[in-house]
């Protein structure tokens, strides 16, 4: 089936400083990429549509300059968290789909827990 | 997205077969119903999806009601390893293609 890969899977690291996570479809090319946000026994929230070659849509209440999405190629998105600050301590699980207009699965990496201390 | 209704949790013992219902009694004649599990600390693992005729899979069955209001997804014969949340949803073609998670169904499988 098809893999997608996130990295890091775990990160900690001191208030004010800016988190990359990436993303990458191993074995497809992902014209669509899908950034989520989980709390704790919570469900996944919906953060962005990434589309390659142009810029991410982001959803309601989402701030686009804390939460900057690249999605630069057809196998890689990235994730970036700047300043970040406790509050934003989650779980960050991006989901790739081979077409944008498609009923075919979503696939998702196995997240990337950040702690902010 | 059409909205959906799923039982808060279940327990299921070992060896026998889990049947997850889901409520979707405004999904359009476009949207497709997909389910995903997610075990603890892991990102969601997609199980299967349907439009309208049963479907069936090496993971579990998938049985659409012939008015598409609600379905019931079939694990033939549970084991403790399908412990886990899972998510019943309606996606549809027009908004962008995306996954709405709603608060799933907690299936406890026990020996």
């Known amino acids: 089936g098809a893999v997608v890969s996130q990295h890091p899977s775990w990160v900690i690291c001191k208030s004010g400083t800016s988190v990359k996570i990436e993303c990458r479809s191993l074995?497809?090319?992902?014209?669509?990429m899908f950034w989520y946000r989980q709390f704790p026994k919570q469900s996944l929230m919906l953060m962005a549509t990434?589309?390659?070659?142009?810029?991410?849509?982001?959803e309601q209440g989402v701030e686009k300059d804390k939460f900057l999405i690249n999605h630069a190629s057809l196998t890689l998105s990235t994730l970036t968290v700047t300043s970040a600050h406790p509050e934003d301590s989650s779980f960050y699980i991006c989901?790739?789909?081979?077409?944008?207009?498609?009923?075919?699965?979503?696939?998702f990496g196995d997240g990337t827990r950040l702690s902010i201390l | 997205d059409a909205k959906t209704t799923q039982p808060t949790s279940m327990d299921c013992a070992e060896g026998r077969a889990a049947n997850l219902p889901c409520n979707h009694s405004?999904?359009?004649?476009?949207?497709?119903v997909y389910w995903y599990r997610q075990i603890h600390s892991q990102g969601p693992q997609y199980i299967i999806h349907?439009?309208?005729n049963n479907e069936t899979n090496e993971m579990a069955s998938l049985i659409i009601t012939e008015d598409r209001k609600s379905s019931t997804l079939i694990l033939p014969h549970a084991t403790l390893r399908d412990t886990a949340v899972y998510y019943c949803?309606?996606?549809?073609?027009?908004?962008?293609?995306?996954?709405?998670f709603g608060a799933g169904t907690i299936l406890r499988v026990k020996s």
């Open positions: 989901s790739a789909s081979r077409y944008r207009e498609s009923n075919q699965p979503q696939h």
């Open positions: 074995d497809f090319q992902a014209t669509t």
């Open positions: 990434s589309n390659e070659g142009s810029k991410a849509t982001y």
């Open positions: 405004t999904i359009s004649g476009n949207e497709y």
């Open positions: 349907g439009l309208k």
């Open positions: 949803i309606v996606r549809s073609m027009e908004y962008g293609n995306k996954l709405v």
